[in-house]
T-cell receptor, first 113, second 114 residues
Framework: DAGVIQSPRHEVTEMGQEVTLRCKPI?????LFWYRQTMMRGLELLIY????????DSGMPEDRFSAKMPNASFSTLKIQPSEPRDSAVYFC???????????FGSGTRLTVV | AQSVTQPDIHITVSEGASLELRCNYSYGATPYLFWYVQSPGQGLQLLLK??????LVQGIKGFEAEFKRSQSSFNLRKPSVHWSDAAEYFCAVGAGGGADGLTFGKGTHLIIQP
């Protein structure tokens, strides 16, 4: 299995631009999680899906952030418009039903200038 | 609300010496506890997990952790560290095995001295 695949690995964009981060979970996993990692705040859960349905998006910082999971093999996290304070590493993780430990992707390092 | 505290931001250990990384949690019910390791530029890798049963759990790479309910702790240990163990270590707690998301500590940065 290729693991959780995230793209792009690095993204540099200008303030005000739309940014889309992509994630392919492990086949057969039915839970998907988006986390953000910064030096100041550590790892924060943004949103998670069970069986492609968003369950809890209370961690999404603002309306500028949105996430979708149109099918079991693909999810996106979109920021529109992006701001410099959104600069962080964004991780996607997936797990089988019941959790019991996730598998993380390698992350997308986002820099907004 | 659940929370995790890792009191040590940085720890320096000589290669071959023993290691203990501290983790304290706050959780209202029986916790599901995890330790993850993150190498620079990489994602997080699961080292070990505790759900129930034996309070001493074994993980990968020679790591173990002990759950102590009375102290609300889940400390990570290794008898002899290797230079390749230098990384960031995260403790996490969650309900239902993490099915509703995990709460992570801020991490401990492990430095290995030759």
């Amino acid at each position: 299995d290729a693991g959780v695949i995230q793209s792009p690995r690095h993204e540099v964009t200008e303030m005000g631009q739309e940014v889309t981060l992509r994630c392919k979970p492990i086949s057969g996993h039915n839970s998907l999680f988006w986390y953000r990692q910064t030096m100041m705040r550590g790892l924060e859960l943004l949103i998670y899906f069970n069986n492609n349905v968003p369950i809890d998006d209370s961690g999404m910082p603002e309306d500028r952030f949105s996430a979708k999971m149109p099918n079991a093999s693909f999810s996106t996290l979109k920021i529109q418009p992006s701001e410099p304070r959104d600069s962080a590493v964004y991780f996607c993780a997936s797990s089988a039903r019941g959790g019991y430990g996730y598998t993380f992707g390698s992350g997308t390092r986002l820099t907004v200038v | 609300a659940q929370s995790v505290t890792q009191p040590d931001i940085h720890i320096t250990v000589s290669e071959g010496a023993s290691l203990e990384l501290r983790c304290n949690y706050s959780y209202g019910a029986t916790p599901y506890l995890f330790w993850y390791v993150q190498s620079p530029g990489q994602g997080l890798q699961l080292l070990l997990k505790y759900f129930s049963g034996d309070t001493l759990v074994q993980g990968i790479k020679g790591f173990e952790a002990e759950f102590k309910r009375s102290q609300s702790s889940f400390n990570l240990r290794k008898p002899s560290v290797h230079w390749s163990d230098a990384a960031e270590y995260f403790c996490a707690v969650g309900a239902g095995g993490g099915a509703d998301g995990l709460t992570f500590g801020k991490g401990t940065h492990l430095i290995i001295q030759p």
